[in-house]
């Protein structure tokens, strides 16, 4: 009995440990992974959906080998999410706003746009990169014009590492398009259910730019998405 106690209380724990799992946010050194690999053609206001992502990958508790890619500049792990264009602050439950997802930020793009020197088949691609267990799928937005200001460019990335399932986000360049939902932006993460969120400082549904010097930040798991993951000693 006191062995069946032990590991009701142990699962409680664990299971406690997912359904309030957080992330530490740290602005880390600029470093960007090269914008390659499989291009994505999108319209304006699309989804890829249903991309293999080479690795297992655990977001807020629950792991995925498949994501789904907003045209925004977002990274989910849920189908059916709405392709709406308005960055509204976070956490929200409404029909506008992409759950289970990764802003790296979440603004108006438009990736229908053709024009020197990215052409729509090459504003989004996609890649796995390194050796099991320590791979990393990348996800990049290059030089995509802003949507009713296409002469102005954002570049951002995002990197998911597996086993860590650390988020790292890289903003090359962004810039603010004044003349459409007032240059809103978000960047941070969404949980599944639209009930809680974690975001950059200052960047959540506001506006925002950045520097061409660049930026990267790192969203770190502090909760255990499995239960061979974690390491409990009993006593």
Same mark, same amino acid.
């Given at each position: 009995?006191?062995? &069946?106690?032990?590991? &009701?209380?142990?699962?409680?724990?664990?299971?406690?440990? $997912?359904?309030?799992?957080?992330?530490?946010?740290?602005?880390?050194?600029?470093?960007?992974?090269?914008?390659?690999?499989?291009?994505?053609?999108?319209?304006?206001?699309?989804? %890829?959906?249903?991309?293999?992502?080479?690795? %297992?990958?655990?977001?807020?508790?629950?792991?995925?080998?498949?994501?789904?890619i907003g045209s925004n500049g977002w990274v989910?792990?849920?189908?059916?999410?709405?392709? %709406?264009?308005?960055?509204?602050?976070?956490?929200? !439950?409404?029909?506008?706003?992409?759950?289970?997802?990764?802003?790296?930020?979440?603004?108006?793009?438009?990736?229908?746009?053709?024009?020197?020197?990215?052409?729509?088949?090459?504003?989004?691609?996609?890649?796995?990169?390194?050796? %099991?267990?320590?791979?990393?799928?990348?996800?990049?937005?290059?030089?995509?014009?802003?949507?009713?200001?296409?002469?102005?460019?954002s570049t951002q990335q995002v990197v998911l590492?597996?086993?860590? !399932? $650390?988020?790292?986000? !890289?903003?090359?360049?962004?810039?603010?398009?004044?003349?459409?939902?007032?240059?809103?932006?978000?960047?941070?993460?969404?949980?599944?259910?639209?009930?809680?969120?974690?975001? #950059?400082?200052?960047?959540?549904?506001?506006?925002?730019? &950045?520097?061409?010097?660049?930026?990267?930040?790192?969203?770190?798991?502090?909760?255990?998405?499995? #239960?061979?993951?974690?390491? &409990?000693e009993i006593n």
């Amino acid at each position: 009995m006191q062995n &069946i106690t032990r590991y &009701i209380t142990l699962y409680a724990t664990l299971t406690l440990s $997912v359904i309030n799992a957080q992330y530490v946010v740290n602005n880390v050194p600029y470093a960007v992974e090269p914008m390659t690999g499989t291009f994505v053609l999108l319209s304006d206001d699309a989804i %890829a959906n249903n991309i293999n992502m080479g690795i %297992a990958f655990c977001y807020w508790g629950n792991t995925y080998t498949r994501c789904y890619i907003g045209s925004n500049g977002w990274v989910g792990w849920s189908a059916g999410q709405p392709t %709406a264009f308005t960055p509204f602050p976070i956490p929200i !439950n409404n029909i506008f706003t992409p759950k289970n997802a990764a802003f790296c930020p979440f603004q108006d793009l438009n990736t229908g746009v053709a024009g020197f020197p990215a052409t729509p088949l090459t504003y989004v691609s996609y890649y796995t990169a390194g050796v %099991a267990p320590f791979r990393r799928f990348v996800v990049s937005w290059n030089n995509v014009p802003m949507y009713q200001c296409t002469s102005i460019r954002s570049t951002q990335q995002v990197v998911l590492y597996e086993t860590t !399932n $650390v988020i790292r986000m !890289n903003i090359v360049k962004k810039s603010n398009c004044y003349l459409w939902v007032n240059g809103y932006a978000t960047q941070g993460l969404h949980n599944i259910n639209g009930t809680a969120a974690v975001t #950059v400082t200052g960047r959540n549904g506001t506006v925002w730019n &950045i520097l061409p010097s660049g930026e990267s930040w790192t969203f770190t798991p502090t909760f255990c998405c499995e #239960v061979y993951d974690c390491e &409990i000693e009993i006593n």
